[in-house]
């Protein structure tokens, strides 16, 4: 949480959250008149939310909306069904579907102020790209932002993050170029995966797969795994910077 805390505060000064104009550029003190949300008022896309466990970790954070986005229908019920069941702390407010794909939004009880959640199953980063910007562009022509809910207009999004997500899909390059595309200007990507070493093969593989069963066989293969100099050329070859560049 600190090192996601401190990359928002580099990229993102929280401005339009501080009390004290005079202080709004100043991280450190924006962030004490906000200290428990440090994702406070973001809008955040998590690419490969599986059952939702950091996609409502990010909404307890201080999100104002994040969605999580799986290419598995399957996935995203059990998300749902962990986000919306009795003794969550979210609570359901409404239920979308449209030709995207699998579409539920919830919104957080534990605060006054608007946190939503929405999951999109059954699509790729991609269509879900190619989707929402044509979604955006229409909503900016009309200009009927303000009468939508922060989960179902299609502004763009301050954070994005693919989290062991880009060994397992055939061109992970062309994900984070879509990725990429739903930013706002200097919003921040946060990719990680398994490094490609004699070590990782056999902890991933060998240990999580064969030994203890923890992992399905075959939900790894050792050639898709990348290195972060791989990572980061990907990553550069994208209208992208990466963190600690100066220009």
């Given at each position: 949480i600190k090192f996601l805390r401190d990359v928002v505060d580099s990229f993102q000064p929280c401005s339009s959250t501080a009390a004290d104009p005079d202080t709004a550029n100043n991280a450190p003190n924006c962030r004490q008149q906000k200290i428990q949300l440090p994702l406070h008022n973001k809008r955040i896309l998590d690419i490969g939310c599986g059952g939702g466990l950091l996609t409502e970790s990010l909404s307890r954070l201080g999100a104002s909306l994040v969605v999580g986005v799986d290419a598995s229908t399957h996935v995203v019920e059990v998300a749902k069904r962990h986000?919306?069941?009795?003794?969550?702390?979210?609570v359901v407010s409404s239920s979308l579907q449209d030709d995207s794909g699998l579409e539920s939004?919830?919104?957080s009880s534990s605060s006054s102020s608007s946190r939503e959640i929405r999951y999109?199953?059954?699509v790729t980063v991609e269509e879900l790209a190619s989707n929402w910007l044509n979604e955006h562009e229409k909503e900016k022509s009309t200009k009927n932002n303000t009468l939508s809910s922060s989960a179902q207009n299609h502004e763009l999004f301050d954070i994005i993050t693919a989290l062991e997500i880009i060994e397992h899909v055939p061109n992970p390059s062309s994900l984070l170029h879509a990725a990429a595309s739903l930013l706002k200007p200097n919003g921040i990507l946060l990719v990680s995966t398994i490094n490609r070493t004699v070590k990782s093969y056999g902890l991933a593989i060998i240990a999580a797969e064969y030994i203890s069963g923890k992992v399905p066989i075959?939900?790894?293969?050792?050639?898709m795994f990348w290195s972060p100099a791989e990572v980061e050329q990907m990553v550069c070859s994208s209208p992208l910077q990466r963190y600690g560049d100066d220009n």
């Amino acid at each position: 949480i600190k090192f996601l805390r401190d990359v928002v505060d580099s990229f993102q000064p929280c401005s339009s959250t501080a009390a004290d104009p005079d202080t709004a550029n100043n991280a450190p003190n924006c962030r004490q008149q906000k200290i428990q949300l440090p994702l406070h008022n973001k809008r955040i896309l998590d690419i490969g939310c599986g059952g939702g466990l950091l996609t409502e970790s990010l909404s307890r954070l201080g999100a104002s909306l994040v969605v999580g986005v799986d290419a598995s229908t399957h996935v995203v019920e059990v998300a749902k069904r962990h986000s919306f069941h009795e003794n969550s702390r979210l609570v359901v407010s409404s239920s979308l579907q449209d030709d995207s794909g699998l579409e539920s939004s919830v919104s957080s009880s534990s605060s006054s102020s608007s946190r939503e959640i929405r999951y999109i199953g059954g699509v790729t980063v991609e269509e879900l790209a190619s989707n929402w910007l044509n979604e955006h562009e229409k909503e900016k022509s009309t200009k009927n932002n303000t009468l939508s809910s922060s989960a179902q207009n299609h502004e763009l999004f301050d954070i994005i993050t693919a989290l062991e997500i880009i060994e397992h899909v055939p061109n992970p390059s062309s994900l984070l170029h879509a990725a990429a595309s739903l930013l706002k200007p200097n919003g921040i990507l946060l990719v990680s995966t398994i490094n490609r070493t004699v070590k990782s093969y056999g902890l991933a593989i060998i240990a999580a797969e064969y030994i203890s069963g923890k992992v399905p066989i075959g939900t790894h293969t050792w050639d898709m795994f990348w290195s972060p100099a791989e990572v980061e050329q990907m990553v550069c070859s994208s209208p992208l910077q990466r963190y600690g560049d100066d220009n």
